[in-house]
């Protein structure tokens, strides 16, 4: 069979694959929610845009000077970053696999090209960056029409290719590493660490550091080299910008040969990405709970100890609380009022919840066939439902601590309400947030690899569910902050929160029984799902 006809026919499985998941047992909805997700994308996307081709439009107006370096560096700087951040840590390699190809008749370096080329026009983030990049394009356009705008557009082809290729080597190369324990979460960090860098130069004024950017940009290729290109064209320098162009095209080549090497090099050594392992059962938790839900909630603790999720979020949650801190807190006058002065607290305490929603809303995600256990074990589904809860409860709080604690630290102290306060909505959107995920996580569930993927770990519906969850719960609680403004009284907002809280855990319980019968009634749906083996 030739290449060509091997090619289509393995695109052709593909889709077909594809299509029948999506008509299989409620998939359709699915399909729905994946496309509603990505429709409220779209304003975002096109705000963004907007502000790009303002930019754009004034950095060719301009022609030359501080407002074309600028436009420059922001636009190839921004879109690169923002890109290679998801693309690594979000990553999509579950969706193509170059050890599956080998199978096919096709040429390896064919189908490595074709994971390359639907990196750029099939993802749906890949979308996002480009309608980004579009907007620049127009706002050049408006801003001087002519022929130069053909080496423009050929310059964003290039940057989108070397970015989409960067990626792909380093999601190679991390697939590699990433089997050293700590290693992602060192990677994290060492992101982290770059923002507050940057951060802490937005304290000098641009004409200070900039000189010293220009000296050390050349480490980063593809935003340095289309930024170089595109303050030339800017200023209607073509020939000038050709050379970087061209330097742009020969590395996004080089980088996509290398990440073919190192994939190829991967999959013919049948390498796998590591896993978790498993570590011997301490049964601490049996004295203080039962001999039966002992274990099992120790079991959960493991598996959210060792999920890199959670290690992630240890590192990011707790930066962002201390930027909030540092920056946002002190632009609040003094005279808003303590309520004002501690909703950002109050938001990095509900937000803790939302970055954690992936465990409250595909509980039994990550069990795999250890899920048969759960229905065999002398263990009520109810408490199983609670062993999971618990256990998610008490990564979310231990969680909230540290980014509490940094968020202290990194700004003024809180009035010692308003950290009562905070742990009170924490807490008290913890059981309405598990309540409302069980019955999704029962009737939607989804096997979820140990690892961070992007649309590996939660279904779509599942997401837009959460969604809906999520702003029902901030509602609720948001009630009290505006009836504690119109008084003026931080008190009644505590005591609102403790009485909703208090009602949130009476209800989570009077709902576990009640969640278990659904548990046991979808019992072999779910373990046909989180097994993989539906049919």
């Known amino acids: 069979m030739s290449g060509g006809p091997g090619l289509r026919t393995l695109a052709e499985l593909r889709v077909l694959l594809f299509w029948r998941r999506l008509r299989g047992r409620g998939r359709t909805a699915e399909l729905v929610a994946m496309a509603a997700l990505f429709l409220m994308a779209i304003p975002l996307g096109l705000l963004f845009a907007g502000f790009l081709g303002s930019a754009s439009y004034r950095a060719v ?10 436009a420059a560096a922001a636009l190839f700087f921004g879109v690169w970053q923002a890109w290679t951040a998801v693309g690594l840590a979000l990553s999509e390699g579950d969706a193509f696999d170059l050890r599956r190809a080998l199978a096919y008749p096709v040429p390896p370096g064919r189908m490595y090209l074709l994971g390359l080329l639907t990196g750029i026009a099939g993802d749906p983030f890949a979308a996002f960056w480009l309608l980004l990049l579009g907007g620049a394009f127009t706002g050049a356009a408006v801003g001087r029409f002519g022929p130069w705008l053909l080496p423009l557009l050929a310059l964003f082809m290039a940057f989108a290719a070397a970015t989409v290729t960067l990626v792909a080597l380093g999601r190679e190369l991390l697939a590699r590493m990433a089997r050293g324990r700590w290693f992602r979460e060192a990677a994290v960090l060492a992101g982290v660490a770059g923002w507050g860098l940057l951060l802490w130069a937005t304290r000098y004024p ?31 320098r073509v020939l000038a910008a050709l050379p970087y162009i061209a ?5 996004a080549v080089l980088c996509g040969w290398a990440a073919y090497r190192v994939a190829l090099r991967t999959a013919l050594s049948g390498g796998e990405e590591g896993r978790a392992r498993a570590g011997a059962g301490g049964g601490w938790l049996a004295r203080w709970l039962s001999a039966r839900l002992g274990p099992l909630a120790e079991k959960e603790l493991h598996y959210l100890a060792r999920h890199p999720a959670i290690r992630v979020s240890a590192l990011v949650v707790p930066a962002v609380a201390g930027l909030l801190a540092w920056k946002v807190l002190p632009q609040v006058p003094e005279e808003a009022g303590e309520v004002v002065r501690a909703l950002p607290l109050f938001g990095v305490a509900a937000y803790v919840h939302l970055v954690l929603q992936v465990f409250w809303l595909n509980a039994f995600g990550w069990d795999g066939g250890g899920a048969r256990a759960l229905f065999l074990a002398p263990v009520a589904p109810g408490a199983v439902l609670a062993a999971k809860n618990g256990a998610s409860m008490l990564a979310a709080a231990l969680l909230f601590l540290l980014a509490g604690t940094v968020y202290v630290s990194a700004g003024v102290v809180p009035p010692a309400w308003a950290l009562v306060a905070a742990a009170a909505l924490h807490l008290g959107m913890a059981p309405w947030l598990h309540a409302a995920g069980n019955l999704i996580s029962i009737s939607n569930p989804r096997a979820a690899p140990f690892a961070l993927q992007r649309n590996g770990s939660l279904p779509a519906l599942s997401a837009l569910a959460g969604m809906a969850i999520t702003a029902g719960a901030t509602g609720l609680f948001g009630v009290p902050v505006l009836a504690a403004l119109h008084f003026e009284s931080e008190w009644l907002l505590l005591g609102a929160w403790v009485a909703l809280g208090a009602a949130g855990w009476l209800a989570w319980r009077w709902s576990l029984p009640r969640a278990g019968t659904l548990l046991q009634n979808r019992r072999e749906a779910l373990l046909a799902e989180v097994t993989g083996e539906v049919t």
């Open 61 to 70: 107006r301009a022609g030359a000077g501080l407002a074309v370096d600028l």
């Open 206 to 236: 641009v004409r200070d550091w900039l000189p010293v950017a220009r000296k050390v940009q050349w480490v980063l290729f593809p935003p340095a080299l289309a930024a170089a290109a595109g303050r030339h064209l800017y200023g209607g």
């Open 247 to 251: 330097a742009l095209l020969a590395a």
